[in-house]
């Protein structure tokens, strides 16, 4: 609504320009000083009532413009709305080295807000399991990894869209030939599903 401030400012000013210079106009106003108080009245009620009229259609079409803007906002926002698996681990590996680290499964595919309420309430995780199984599997053809020291990133089509798959190890990195090991390897994953708006 603060977007419209500035119309409906606007539009105060002008509709109450249009009231002083539109309700009694001068050379009505000498004609109306030879009719009787009662027609002056008459006169003067049936034009404040045209200027509301004018005022209120004013006001509904901002509310319109405002409304709209409003459903623009939230189908943006819908958008941008993914479904995303993230999961952490922390365990101890040999009995001295920590392992500690982060995992990601995101789904980049539009959904409608009834999609990702009824995805959030569903305890299905098949989908979850198939990519982290492509992720962990080293066959070079079957995914796009671009490793940093203590990461690795994999992108490739499926469940609906572009898949995007995260694994970042925090500590105990050296221990892996590959950071996605470090989640493969974990006797435990704390996973959540969760709606990421960017």
């Not at 066959?139 to 690795?152: L, N, V, W």
């Amino acid at each position: 609504m603060s977007d419209y401030l500035p119309v409906i400012i606007g539009l105060y000013v002008f509709v109450s320009w249009i009231v002083r210079a539109n309700v009694v106009p001068f050379n009505e106003l000498l004609e109306a000083e030879k009719k009787s108080h009662h027609d002056v009245e008459l006169f003067l009620t049936d034009r404040v009532n045209e200027l509301e009229g004018v005022v209120k259609g004013l006001g509904d079409e901002v509310k319109g413009l405002a409304l709209a803007k409003s459903n623009d906002n939230a189908v943006a926002k819908q958008a941008k709305t993914f479904q995303a698996w993230t999961g952490t681990f922390d365990y101890i590996m040999f009995g001295r080295n920590r392992v500690e680290g982060y995992v990601e499964v995101l789904n980049t595919a539009e959904h409608t807000q009834e999609e990702n309420e009824a995805w959030i309430a569903s305890t299905e995780t098949s989908q979850r399991d198939k990519y982290l199984a492509n992720l962990y599997d080293n066959t070079p053809h079957r995914k796009i990894i671009r490793p940093t020291k203590d990461s690795c990133y994999m992108e490739w089509l499926g469940w609906g869209a572009s898949v995007i798959c995260r694994v970042n190890v925090y500590e105990g990195r050296d221990m892996f030939s590959r950071a996605e090991q470090a989640a493969e390897k974990a006797p435990k994953i704390e996973w959540k599903r969760r709606l990421i708006t960017s």
